[in-house]
């Protein structure tokens, strides 16, 4: 009954003004049910959360860690992760490996001395003409030799990726380099890079339990990736970078504040890619309101929820980068 009397509500009610003769009609019509107020049906994709988990969130919004679905609800308090095993050890070797040789390079701004280039040492020809006797016998060129773009990784922790993160966080820590820069988010925005600076994989875990206080609570992606480019510091490491973004996607009420920001992401950074543990099923598609807005925003959607499908995707990074831009929708071309 409740949800005919909104149904009702809803498809019959032109105007507010006639609310009152509305419920008269349905509480004659129905017996009094109407009478008393009746909320909403629940809608994962309705109106906006409340920021902060008010009172808003309902009895099932406020679980939050639920590893499911998305949730508005805020946490406080770190979570601890486990050691590492011998498998994750290994798979973590392989990827400290594969992430150098995977990320895009750009010529560095020093130069060094080569044996060919197309700029002359002058201080080096002339030391070698003193050695000669003055004669200019042989030629000394510099060059600017390539160093790894910027990358930046941006790590959804909410609730939703409750099972996936202590594998996600470990994926991050491998891409340590010191042009690197890691940003947690869940309802708020941590920089965790510092943290994940430890020698030690599991040292580095540990830190980031305390420093990222939302893990496995709600989800706010809109209002993480808006802060990231309010802040001007922040927003000239994404100039330019690798821009990375682990998450599945699923942002609570309006996606459009989530759209936007990619789409800002986009076209700060060198290449944008979205990797979500959701795309790693083969049957996956993009359907939802957010993912299919922020589609043509993205150079790549790859399927990452540990260090085996982290790897792989890692591997990828190459043809990603080397491909045309914002061609992420092809892999998912309209049925």
């Known amino acids: 009954m409740r949800a005919l009397y909104w149904y009702a509500r809803v498809t019959l009610l032109a105007d507010i003004a006639g609310l009152a003769a509305f419920d008269s009609v349905f509480d004659a019509w129905f017996g009094g049910s109407a009478a008393a107020p009746v909320p909403p049906p629940s809608d994962e994709e309705g109106e906006a959360p409340a920021r902060g988990g008010g009172d808003a969130a309902s009895t099932v919004d406020a679980r939050p860690g639920g590893g499911v679905e998305a949730s508005p609800a805020t946490t406080a308090g770190g979570r601890t992760f486990g050691r590492s095993d011998a498998r994750q050890h290994e798979l973590m070797r392989l990827l400290r490996a594969a992430w150098p040789a995977s990320l895009p390079v750009i010529p560095s701004r020093r130069r060094r001395p080569a044996r060919r280039g197309r700029r002359l040492d002058m201080r080096r020809v002339w030391r ?10 042989r030629l ?3 060059t600017r030799p390539p160093r790894a773009r910027r990358l930046l990784v941006l790590l959804d922790v909410s609730g939703s990726l409750k099972r996936h993160t202590p594998d996600l966080v470990r994926l991050v820590y491998t891409a340590r380099h010191p042009r690197t820069e890691v940003f947690t988010f869940g309802t708020r925005l941590t920089r965790v890079t510092g943290a994940l ?6 040292t580095a875990l540990d830190a980031l339990a305390r420093t990222v206080t939302d893990a496995d609570g709600g989800t706010a992606i809109g209002a993480a990736l808006t802060g990231f480019l309010a802040n001007p510091r922040y927003l000239a490491l994404a100039r330019g970078a690798l821009v990375v973004v682990i998450s599945d996607g699923l942002e609570r009420g309006d996606s459009t504040a989530m759209v ?14 979205w990797w979500s543990p959701l795309a790693c099923s083969p049957t996956y598609r993009p359907v939802t309101r957010g993912m299919a807005g922020l589609l043509g925003h993205l150079d790549h959607l790859g399927g990452v929820r540990d260090l085996a499908t982290g790897l792989s995707e890692v591997e990828r990074i190459p043809a990603a980068v080397t491909g045309p831009r914002r061609a992420a929708w092809r892999l998912f071309p309209p049925e």
Request: zero cysteines; glycine letters at 10%; a positive charge.
């Open 260 to 273: 936007r920001a990619t789409e800002r992401l986009s076209r700060l950074g060198h290449r944008l890619l």
């Open 128 to 137: 070698q003409a003193r050695r000669d006797g003055g004669e200019l016998t």
């Open 140 to 142: 000394r060129w510099t």
């Open 197 to 202: 600076a430890a020698a030690h994989a599991d």
